[in-house]
């Protein structure tokens, strides 16, 4: 008796950003209110393998073809990753999906309600929400894009993750003890510190 030939398991999710981290990158909205009770949203584009946040934007009023042009700011010349992972918000419409498909990316889309298939792009956002965003006051777009620019130099120089061994998304050398005193630097206006080693 011939069996049935089986179709091969599919790998799991956890299989599929493991294997493809390198080349991956997700996409995803948030929304900061103002002072004055108006909503602006950002968009951020954040790259697996380091954690990199390597473009955001302010907007108050966001359309599919702003996205789009997001995405060829994030991406200029032959950059463009293998996979975006993003989820299925209405806000990434026609305009969006023909960029992606432009640029030669294979767009990934999470299942609905779903956010731990985007587990690092909510990090982030969270992160960026608890240590910063919390603390200050927003005015309009032009004082959220300076506030997350502060926040986006620390979180790359000097912010560690334990997903990448106590690093910080760009490496830091690790000075030893004869370099020097320990120095506190501030940094986001003094939300958080930086500490370094400093020859006297």
């Known amino acids: 008796m011939v069996r049935p030939l089986r179709k091969p398991p599919s790998q799991t999710w956890r299989t599929f950003l493991e294997n493809h ?55 200029p010349w032959d950059t463009a990753p293998r996979y975006l992972l993003r989820d299925r918000d209405r806000i990434f419409g026609r305009d969006f999906v023909g ?39 927003v005015f309009g777009e032009r004082s959220l894009y300076r506030h997350l ?3 986006v130099d620390y979180y790359h120089r000097s912010r560690t993750h334990l997903g990448l061994e ?10 030893s003890a004869d370099v020097g005193r320990v120095i506190t630097m501030p940094e986001v206006g003094g939300l958080h510190h930086r500490y370094e080693r400093r020859a006297a």
């Open 21 to 75: 981290v390198k080349t991956m990158v997700s996409v995803d909205f948030f929304t900061v209110p103002t002072i004055r009770f108006r909503v602006l949203y950002v968009f951020l584009v954040l790259t697996h393998d380091r954690r990199r946040i390597l473009h955001f934007a302010v907007t108050a009023h966001p359309t599919a073809e702003w996205t789009a042009q997001q995405l060829r700011e994030a991406f």
């Open 99 to 137: 960029q992606i498909k432009a640029m030669g990316i294979k767009q990934v889309l999470s299942a609905p309600r779903s956010p731990w298939q985007r587990a690092y792009v909510e990090r982030v956002i969270g992160t960026i929400r608890r240590e910063c965003l919390d603390h200050v006051i």
């Open 149 to 151: 620019q502060s926040f």
């Open 166 to 175: 106590k690093d910080s998304p760009i490496p830091r050398p690790i000075l």
